[in-house]
């Protein structure tokens, strides 16, 4: 009997193993899904005044382009030949983190306005919520862990 239920309990594991890898990667419904979740949250942990609500779409318009922007390097990463050199992949790395830095500041710009009409409870939820809490490195915060970025990290 156990040698007739090994196949079908390999075959059963090998279904599992896919069909977690399945789940593992987000649809682009998903993603979708969860950015107007997080830009939603974003919002709502803000609490905006009437007159604020005025200087809000620039900055989900930022944000929904640095999302864009960090999910098109991720795919051009994903579809590159591995480096054949450190000198290769360090250039890769510092072109990396100079479109996330032009993209950040985009973000920064847009939502500079908006931050100077916050009232300082309001400034207070802004580090922690969109990823800058107390788990920054010893070496100051990274823009990898901000979630506008995610894609990349992923």
Partial sequence: MTAYLTPVIAQAQQQQAQDQDEEKE???SDKS???NAHIAALKAVLALTPEQEKLW???ETAIRDAVK???ARA???RSMPEPKSALELLNLVADQEIARATSLKKFV????PLVTSLT?????RIPAFIGLG?????????????WIFEEEAN
Avoid at 120 to 124: A, F, G, M, N, Y
């Fill in 109 to 112: 710009t847009a939502f500079e």
């Fill in 75 to 77: 795919e051009k990463l």
């Fill in 26 to 28: 987000a649809s682009p």
């Fill in 57 to 59: 779409p620039p900055v």
């Fill in 120 to 124: 300082p409870e309001q400034k207070r």
């Fill in 69 to 71: 922007e960090s999910s």
């Fill in 134 to 146: 107390e788990s920054s490195s010893e070496h100051g915060p990274s823009s990898a862990e901000l």
């Fill in 33 to 35: 899904a969860f950015l």
